[in-house]
């Protein structure tokens, strides 16, 4: 048997479901959400995967790693509609460099960062 078959999904720790929802709904234009017997909510994305928010306030925000990410077609254009929407790129100068916007470009793909209310971090990349 090996994993590599099965769909896989990305859960996130926050610390207050409500804010949380506003930003995954309002700013990532996620929708279609339902309701988990946990308290908190599931977000169907491309290819049948999905990221799942949960209150945990004791863990929310502390990993130090990119906790979910999306391959996308047009990165620079979806950065600026997500810009537009109030979403902060991160700006890196090591081990990546990123440019104004936050992209960075590593051989022929790039890659930007951002980070839900509670500091989570997640990626776009465009391989």
């Not at 081990?95 to 509670?118: C, H, M, N, Q, Y």
Request: aromatic share 8%; net charge negative.
């Amino acid at each position: 048997m090996s994993l590599g078959s099965y769909t896989v999904s990305a859960v996130v720790a926050v610390s207050d479901i409500d804010t949380a929802k506003e930003f995954y709904e309002d700013k990532l234009g996620l929708s279609e959400g339902r309701d988990a017997g946990d308290g908190g909510r599931t977000y169907e994305c491309g290819g049948g995967s999905e990221i799942h928010i949960y209150p945990s306030p004791e863990n929310a925000g502390k990993s130090k790693a990119t906790v979910a990410g999306w391959g996308v077609d047009d990165l620079e254009r979806v950065v600026d509609e997500l810009s537009s929407k109030g979403v902060s790129f991160e700006r890196y100068d090591e081990p990546i460099k990123t440019d104004a916007k936050g992209i960075a470009t590593v051989d022929d793909s790039k890659a930007a960062w951002f980070k839900d209310p509670d500091g989570n971090t997640h990626g776009l990349i465009q391989a």
